[in-house]
């Protein structure tokens, strides 16, 4: 008796199965469609190349997006090959846009060094190549650590 119900229920199940997984896709395209592929490009372990790693983050204004693209630069790589460019704790405190460029606060904490961020001038050009790439309308990055503005002779 219950081996007849159970090959009747069949159907239903996989109907439900099927309903599921078509909510799920629906709702996986919702919301990939509010996220934007953005490219980061860290320092390797084993050359002197700039690797890629792309993620997706949620759209926003312009300022917005690079804030987020700016805060997930500073996590770091997702990949174990590629180097760290700021200290694990470096937060961005301030973005801002004007007429004279785009003005990017990190925390002091970029200021430590370590065995991966003992470059900070090659770290800072980092951020700045990676912003350039990925914001075509951003021309000019004034970069500020714990306040105090950071610029290098060439």
């Known amino acids: ?42 320092d390797s372990y084993d050359s002197e190349k700039k690797c890629m790693e792309s993620r997706y983050l ?37 973005c801002t846009g004007s007429d004279d460029g785009l003005h990017v606060g990190l925390s002091k904490e970029a200021l430590l060094v370590t065995e991966e961020t003992y470059n900070i001038r090659e770290n800072v050009e980092l951020l700045k190549y990676n912003i350039v790439k990925n914001f075509t309308n951003v ?6 650590i714990d306040g105090k503005s950071i610029s290098f002779e060439s």
Do not use: H, W
């Open 58 to 94: 949620y759209n926003g204004t312009d300022e917005e997006d690079i804030e987020l693209f700016i805060s997930e630069f500073l996590l770091g790589p997702m990949t174990n090959r590629l180097k760290n460019p700021f200290p694990a704790g470096t937060k961005l405190e301030f």
């Open 139 to 144: 021309n000019k990055i004034f970069v500020y």
């Open 1 to 42: 008796m219950n081996e007849t119900r159970l090959k009747k229920m069949i159907p239903f199940i996989a109907l439900g199965i099927f309903s599921g997984a078509l909510l799920f896709t629906c709702i996986r395209f919702i919301t990939l469609s509010q996220r934007s592929r953005a490219v980061f490009y860290f």
